[in-house]
């Protein structure tokens, strides 16, 4: 297992610090406490590093951002999104259909 510097992990038997050499990482050995640890608190931990070295990682709690991204309602379909403009635009023209209706009405000497 690889766990990166901002708490992402990748699990694979052949990863290695080497595996991406562009990015700070710290290997854990798959299955062994802390690697299970890892897997049970993602994404909510922080890690405790000495000496560069990934010694363990603490539970934390979650921040009013993650729990606000919890709660907010799934972003919607292009499919939805059309519609609710379709419907926007089936509601403008039928006032305009409104008005002309009643301009019709008027100018034949009927309304008031």
């Known amino acids: 297992m690889v766990v990166f510097e901002d708490g992402n992990y990748e699990t694979g038997y052949w990863l290695t ?9 710290y290997e854990v050995e798959e299955g062994s406490e802390l690697a299970l640890k890892i897997v049970a608190l993602y994404p909510f931990y922080t890690m405790d590093i000495v000496d560069g070295v990934l010694v ?8 009013q951002e ?13 499919e939805q999104l059309r519609i609710e403009q379709l419907e926007s635009d089936n509601a403008s023209l039928l006032l305009a ?5 009643e301009q ?3 100018l034949q ?4």
């Open 17 to 25: 610090a080497e595996s991406y050499p562009e990015r700070v990482c």
């Open 97 to 101: 259909v409104a008005d002309l209706y």
């Open 66 to 78: 993650e729990i606000d991204a919890e709660n907010a309602p799934p972003p919607k379909t292009e």
């Open 109 to 112: 000497g009927g309304g008031a």
């Open 56 to 63: 363990d990682v603490t539970e934390r709690e979650k921040t």
């Open 104 to 106: 019709v009405i008027l």
